[in-house]
């Protein structure tokens, strides 16, 4: 029998890219790819991929800034995001007092 | 431990730790380092060259018009960084972080209450500690900085802290902290600016320490020359007269550079001018001051040019070797004598 106190984690956040990804935005605000992917140390492919995850989940929106050279694309959490991060840990906190 | 707790703590351990990283986001640039220390430099040692009481007799207008000046160029100064730091993100592809842009506008508020102070002073005097004010300031700044950054600009704005008050505490002359503070802009901050981005020369405590040494050695070089070349007025080669000789010449020697040799006990009339919100521009007569010690005047061209010394000790300018202090401003009315002023000041060698 499941034990029911045990919340359900959720499925987008709890993977270990994903949660490095949204708690560095959470405390940054904003970040570019070249800074996440030289902070996480992974592949284009690989972390395209997972923002591509947030982004469907919504937690994640991208915006772009045209300057004098190439347009910069900048990543930040949206409030979905934010609230279901908050969660999340507090979920993880729960989860180490059992 | 079940393997569930394990993953949540290392879960938890990452967020912590990507966290603390994004909270030390912020990132000083070298040209940052270069723009305002040069800029600042600039400022300390051409401000008061532009504007003082020859080019600008009327103190408020003075005052208004250096702090325009100050104002404009700290202005650029301050734009020009930004958008250069714009630029090389960009092309680094690199964002400023929300904590980054909430500290920019923390310099400005340090950069606008030294210009505050600046002001102030000019009013209601203190003078003599902006320069020692504006290096803890500006070291401040810095600090603050650090606190969210992971270059050594917590250490750098503690060394600022430590000079600037420490010239406030010694006392040291108005001159030497003009030039300590051109010293530590001029040059502190551009030397800071290659260091600063190399971890590796700053990991360790010793090397720190010594890199530091240099580092203070470097700002304060400037400000000992100075300070010894106008402590190092040479008289020598001129000859010497007393007042009685002096009056004898005829109007070309008189001209000549050379030196009056004042006895002890010579009496000096002393003019002095009051004038304010008080009184009408008055001019006391028949004042006389008596010498103290022997005193030595250079004269040129028929005119003290402003070094002096008590024989045996060294040269000294009249800007800045000398100190006024009041030490009695009383007004009083006694029935006798009516209203009377009493007026005790006291002439020190700085």
Known sequence: ?98 | MTSISVSTSNQLDAIYSMMEDGQHSVKMERHSLLIWGITAAILILITDLLFNLNTIPVRWQLILSQTTFISIVLFIAGFWDLKLTRKVRQQRDESLSFIQLQLTKVWWFFIALIVLLNVGMNFFGGGYMFYGLTIALMGMAFYIHGLFSTQMLKWIGLMLIIIGLGSVALNLHFLVTKWLAAGVFGLGLPVLAFILDKPKTHSILLKRLALSVVWVVIVVFPAVIVYQQKLNFNAEGLTTRSIAEYKALTKEQAAQKQVIHLDAGTEIPLAVNVSGDIFEISQMGNTTVKLKNDFDVVVDNGKANGYFRVPGSHWRNRRSGLLLRVFKMEPAIEQKKGATVNLRIKMLLD
């Open chain 1, 1 to 98: 029998m499941p034990d029911t106190n045990i919340p359900a984690l959720d499925v987008v956040l709890h993977q270990p890219l994903r949660t490095r990804i949204v708690a560095y935005l959470s405390s940054r605000g904003e970040a570019t790819f070249t800074e996440l992917k030289q902070l996480l140390v992974v592949t284009d492919g690989n972390l395209e991929a997972h923002i591509k995850k947030l982004r469907a989940a919504e937690y994640v929106v991208t915006h772009k800034v045209k300057g004098e050279g190439r347009p910069q694309t900048f990543y930040r959490l949206t409030e979905l995001g934010k609230n279901a991060f908050k969660q999340y840990v507090n979920q993880l906190q729960s989860l180490l007092n059992l």
